[in-house]
């Protein structure tokens, strides 16, 4: 039999990440070798995101191409996966029918089986279209594979999806339905599994940790800390991280696990969106800048090192002037280690897509360079801070952009670049000496799209 490929092209966020390296998996485990030469593949999974407009532009511009190869070579299989596949569906057939497989967030688990029930492709009549409906009885499964490629030594672990917050400029809930907590026992189980093959961190992956543990009915067996302790249990586990958490969840239990588990990491990412209480309000986000500001205290009193990072959206329909002023306010209130920011993009289903005061797409322009401008001056601030302490950090590999120098991750999660006259192997621990010029965070950039 001839070797069979599998190329997989991933957009948008850290739980995309994760899926893909499952989907990376499933396939493997059933004979389609990855590859990373699109051109050699059998099966092309683009796996899609659609959290901006131009997220999901790009999405349909690696298809066109794809279109164009499926034309030379009609045997090739194409899935589109992700929230633009779950957005989209049957749009997205009528729109692409060379494209073989559509399938949401839930569906990645039957992957190989939906594949190898494709019919011989047979021309325009040979190709089955699937398209599930998001289901409220939907499971993560028990066991997720683990992976044969990426790092040897830090993981990402689903361990919800979904998310029932509607913040009204947001297309998650839509994409990726209602919110769903794995179960304790099984993450505990697949860190423990990771652990003894050699990992070293895990990243707990979730739209909202914070409300971990709650059933359908709004149970809650479990909290977010709970399973923060049961992970720092596990031996072999050196850190721990999570993304994402949303204000209004956080807490003061969440605050305290900063204080009492070594292990979890003191880099914090709380999006907070906007510094104008009324735009907070049109984008229901259910905390008023007081109280953000006042847990952002607190955090800090129970861990003084903490490096907190942010989202930040510009021009949200009724932004004015003054909302802009008072955004920009809080950064310099903050003083945030990091902050992604973005242009405001009105998404399907989306309920601020219908508000009316939209902002003009220059003034959003400007907005956000002034305000990139600014975090860019207080990211560079944030980092001499550092200068002269020594900080553990996690050794990733050889540098890429240093020759002769080796790269590392601080547990504040600042990629560092530093000497060492001994050879050094990925996921040990070692000490980096901050000093003048030290490679730039890795959490400061901001994209414009
Ligand atoms: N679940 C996470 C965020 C997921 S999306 C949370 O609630 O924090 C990541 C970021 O994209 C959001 O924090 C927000 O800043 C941005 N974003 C989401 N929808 C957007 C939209 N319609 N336009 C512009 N930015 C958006
Ligand atoms: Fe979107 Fe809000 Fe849910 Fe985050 S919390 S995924 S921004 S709806
Ligand atoms: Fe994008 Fe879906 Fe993640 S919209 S940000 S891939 S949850």
């Known amino acids: 039999m001839t070797e069979k490929f599998a190329y997989i092209e991933t957009f948008g966020c850290q739980m995309n990440e994760r899926d893909s390296e499952i989907m990376g998996q499933l396939l493997s485990d059933d004979d389609f070798a990855p590859t990373e030469d699109i051109y050699q593949a059998d099966v092309i999974i683009v796996n899609t995101c659609s959290i901006r407009a131009k997220a999901e532009q790009k999405a349909y511009s690696l298809l066109g191409r794809l279109k164009r190869m499926k034309q030379k070579n009609p045997s090739l299989v194409v899935a589109v996966a992700g929230c633009v596949a779950q957005q989209d569906g049957k749009k997205l057939l009528k729109r692409m029918p060379f494209v073989d497989l559509v399938i949401g967030p839930q569906n990645i688990y039957n992957l190989p089986g939906l594949i190898k029930n494709l019919p011989e492709k047979t021309g325009k009549n040979g190709n089955i279209k699937v398209w599930d409906r998001l289901s409220p009885a939907f499971e993560i499964p ?54 003894n093959s050699g990992i070293r961190e895990v990243t707990l992956l979730g739209q909202n940790v914070n409300s971990y543990g709650r059933d359908r009915s709004g149970k809650q067996h479990h909290t977010f800390p709970d399973l923060l302790q049961a992970v720092a249990g596990i031996d072999g586990i050196k850190r721990i991280r999570f993304t994402t958490s949303h204000p209004k969840d956080l807490s003061e239990e969440l605050m305290r696990c900063f204080a009492e588990l070594d292990k979890l990491c003191p880099h914090f990412h709380l999006p907070v969106q906007s510094g104008s209480n009324k735009i907070l309000k049109k984008m229901n986000r259910k905390y008023t800048v007081e109280s953000y500001l006042d847990k952002v205290r607190k955090l800090k009193e129970y861990r003084p090192d ?12 009724g932004e004015t002037d003054k909302d802009f002023g008072a955004t920009m306010e809080l950064l310099d209130t903050v003083r945030f280690h990091g902050a992604f920011s973005f242009k405001y993009s009105d998404r399907p289903h989306a309920k601020s897509s219908s508000l009316i005061e939209k902002v003009p797409e220059e003034e959003k322009s400007v907005r956000l360079n002034q305000l990139q401008a600014r975090q860019e001056e207080i990211t560079q601030e944030r980092h001499r801070e550092y200068i002269g302490s020594i900080m553990e950090v996690m050794v990733e590999g050889e540098s890429k952009s240093a020759a002769g120098q080796w790269s590392g991750r601080t547990t504040t999660n600042h990629i560092v670049n530093f000497d060492s006259p001994a050879i050094l192997i990925p996921g040990q621990t070692a000490a980096f000496s901050a000093m003048v010029n030290w490679c730039r965070p890795s959490m400061s950039g901001a994209s414009k799209s």
């Open 142 to 195: 028990p066991f997720l594979p683990a992976v044969d490629k990426g790092s040897p030594f830090k993981r990402f672990v689903t361990i919800m999806q979904g998310c029932n917050n509607y913040c009204t400029y947001c297309v998650v809930p839509y994409t990726r339905g209602r919110e769903i907590s794995r179960k304790f026992e099984d993450i505990v189980h697949e860190i423990e599994h990771l652990a």
């Open 306 to 317: 903490i490096a907190l990072t942010t989202d930040i959206i510009v021009g949200f329909p």
